[in-house]
């Protein structure tokens, strides 16, 4: 073998690969910046993005909820490790959700019949005292009541009654959504989280499985007197939020 031509055949392709990458730096320049500044964009959409993730996770919790998400809410929903415990929380604070305004603002919803409204104002008076199981109750009475004016349709399928309601929202005009009279996160936050909530709250589960019961609010297992576990201040919460959102989308139907 001839080291010195072999020597000499590497020293030429060094040259060769010196020569590419001088003539390469001036592109690889403008790739790091390019990189850089994709990288910022990334960040910048990272950061922006975090309230629609959060609103998710309102969702995916079955918190309807509509207001803007202020930095430390979205930043404590990013990071808890417990969400209904946030929650739990949260609720207490008025500036984060204000049920008295709520429960006023459904209780003169044109959905309500006299008896929906006497069952709801009772409903509130049972959270008052802690009555947590009967106020659930009361709310989900309500609530199907509502939904039964909203579609006017008196089935008992819930599945079929709130798919109406999907639907109907999905092909609004833009003049139907301008109806609303709400800011562009108003409304994208009661539709995600909403309807979202919806899915676990009409999901089918037979009672013959006790071990198939929803963890989540369940209309059917509620309902019928099934539901295993105790209700809490927040369950009712959660109930009060979704008929409020029954309530802004089913008004404009």
Same mark, same amino acid.
């Given at each position: ?103 006023? /603002?459904? @209780?003169? #919803? +044109?959905?309500?019949?006299? $008896?929906?409204? !006497? *069952? ?23 609530? /199907?009541? @509502?939904? #039964? +004016?909203?579609?006017?349709? $008196?089935?008992? !399928? *819930? ?33 995600? $989280? ?37 209700? $809490? ?21």
């Amino acid at each position: 073998m001839d080291l010195s031509n072999l020597n000499n055949n590497f020293l030429g392709i060094k040259r060769i690969m010196n020569l590419f990458a001088e003539r390469m730096e001036p592109y690889a320049e403008k790739l790091r910046i390019a990189e850089q500044n994709a990288t910022l964009l990334l960040e910048d959409f990272a950061e922006k993005a975090k309230p629609f993730r959060a609103f998710q996770i309102l969702a995916e919790n079955q918190f309807t909820y509509w207001k803007p998400l202020c930095n430390i809410d979205v930043e404590g929903i990013l990071t808890c490790s417990d969400v209904d415990k946030y929650l739990s929380e949260r609720i207490e604070d008025i500036t984060f959700i204000d049920y008295e305004k709520i429960c006023a /603002d459904i @209780v003169h #919803s +044109v959905l309500l019949s006299e $008896t929906n409204k !006497s *069952i709801l104002n009772q409903t509130i008076h049972a959270m008052d005292f802690g009555l947590y199981d009967l106020a659930l109750v009361g709310t989900v009475t309500v609530f /199907d009541g @509502v939904l #039964s +004016v909203a579609t006017n349709d $008196t089935a008992t !399928s *819930i599945v079929k009654r709130l798919n109406a309601i999907r639907k109907r929202i999905e092909t609004y005009t833009d003049e139907e959504w301008e109806l609303l009279h709400e800011s562009d996160i108003t409304t994208f936050g009661m539709y995600i $989280t909403w309807t979202k909530s919806m899915m676990e709250f009409q999901k089918y589960s037979e009672f013959e499985k006790p071990e198939t019961e929803p963890q989540d609010l369940n209309r059917h297992w509620i309902s019928h007197g099934r539901k295993t576990s105790g209700a $809490t201040k927040l369950d009712c919460c959660k109930m009060l939020n979704a008929l409020y959102g029954l309530i802004y989308f089913g008004d404009a139907l």
